[in-house]
Nanobody, 124 residues
């Protein structure tokens, strides 16, 4: 059984930083692709970043590029999302997602496995 468990969400002031973690069991990150998504009530889930084992390149949404960094620790089977210079519009539930496909996308339907989400709230 595949399980993805996110952690690290919190309430933070604008301009602050957070690091989210996603630990996997039953799934090996370096054999597939992983992504971070976020969602606010009433809106569709939005892709934030992704990395695929095919080329190990990381892609970011334009809204977070230069502020967020996705990284992986394959030995720990954990991925991270370092979020700096946070803005109130970054407030959302953040989800980790995984797929056995080696090509990563930022389309939610591409991913078979999802974590439960972690709340990030940025106050102004």
């Amino acid at each position: 059984e595949v399980q993805l468990v996110e952690s690290g969400g919190a309430l933070v002031q604008a301009g602050g930083s957070l690091r989210l973690s996603c630990a996997a069991s039953g799934f090996t990150f370096d054999a597939g692709s992983i992504a971070w998504f976020r969602q606010v009530p009433g809106k569709e889930r939005e892709g934030v970043s992704c990395i695929g084992s095919a080329d190990r390149s990381t892609n970011y949404a334009g809204s977070v590029k230069g502020r967020f960094t996705m990284s992986s620790d394959y030995a720990k089977n954990t991925v991270y999302l370092q979020m700096n210079s946070l803005k109130p519009e970054d407030t959302a539930v953040y989800y980790c997602a995984a797929t056995t496909a080696t090509l990563a996308t930022m389309t939610a339907s591409w991913y078979e496995y999802w974590g439960q989400g972690t709340q990030v709230t940025v106050s102004s």
